[in-house]
T-cell receptor
Framework: QKEVEQDPGPLSVPEGAIVSLNCTYS??????FMWYRQYSRKGPELLMY????GNKEDGRFTAQVDKSSKYISLFIRDSQPSDSATYLC????????????FGAGTRLFVKA | GAVVSQHPSRVICKSGTSVKIECRSL??????MFWYRQFPKQSLMLMAT?????????EQGVEKDKFLINHASLTLSTLTVTSAHPEDSSFYIC????????????FGQGTRLTVV
């Protein structure tokens, strides 16, 4: 079993839709939870991070962490074609140390 | 936000030659840098963790003599792919973390290496 599971997609939605991206993980010691956006042939860009459980909102993006279920989510409201990218969840911390473990990434396409 | 600059963005080299990739933190001191490799449509695979002034820690299965990492200053780490082979062709990405910063928040732009 992988430490972090993420559906690679692709996920295709119309412009304006609400997008839900999810990851599950197995190491209950993780404390930092991140979402990165990666455009083709570019390095990942940090979108959101959350420490421990809870929700965090930043503009059109909302990150949720449910440590009891070992489940994290990223919601994108009013999706735009410019949101089309690969979204990677990542986590680290606790007994896992400061190494970051990444999900496989979900490819998102937002159609105009 | 903090900026990490990676150079070159693309490089083509002949089999048997060596290639050096640089990773610089432009506006903060990076006590730790990470080197990743990414295959098409796959996630990032950590190759090694580099701490300033000490030897890099390599992940299992990564040849330390092939992928030489140097982190001589708080703003620069280099990855040298020695005696490159076509199977080394990949996308290499670095990331940097400061002493007080979030766990590994900032990535370089990546380097597309093609070995012919």
């Amino acid at each position: 079993q992988k430490e972090v599971e993420q559906d690679p997609g692709p996920l295709s939605v119309p412009e304006g839709a609400i997008v839900s991206l999810n990851c599950t993980y197995s190491n209950s010691a993780f404390q930092y939870f991140m979402w990165y956006r990666q455009y083709s042939r570019k390095g990942p860009e940090l979108l959101m991070y959350t420490y421990s459980s809870g929700n965090k909102e930043d503009g059109r993006f909302t990150a949720q962490v449910d440590k009891s279920s070992k489940y994290i989510s990223l919601f994108i409201r009013d999706s735009q074609p410019s949101d089309s990218a690969t979204y990677l969840c990542a986590m680290s911390g606790g007994t896992g140390g400061f190494k970051t473990i990444f999900g496989a990434g979900t490819r998102l396409f937002v159609k105009a | 936000g903090a900026v990490v600059s990676q150079h070159p963005s693309r490089v083509i080299c002949k089999s048997g030659t060596s290639v050096k990739i640089e990773c610089r933190s432009l506006d903060f001191q990076a006590t730790t840098m990470f080197w990743y490799r990414q295959f098409p449509k796959q996630s990032l695979m950590l190759m090694a963790t580099s701490n300033e002034g000490s030897k890099a820690t390599y992940e299992q299965g990564v040849e330390k003599d092939k992928f030489l990492i140097n982190h001589a200053s708080l703003t620069l780490s280099t990855l040298t792919v020695t005696s490159a082979h076509p199977e080394d062709s990949s996308f290499y990405i670095c990331s940097a973390r400061s002493l007080t910063g979030l766990t590994e928040a900032f990535f370089g732009q990546g380097t597309r290496l093609t070995v012919v």
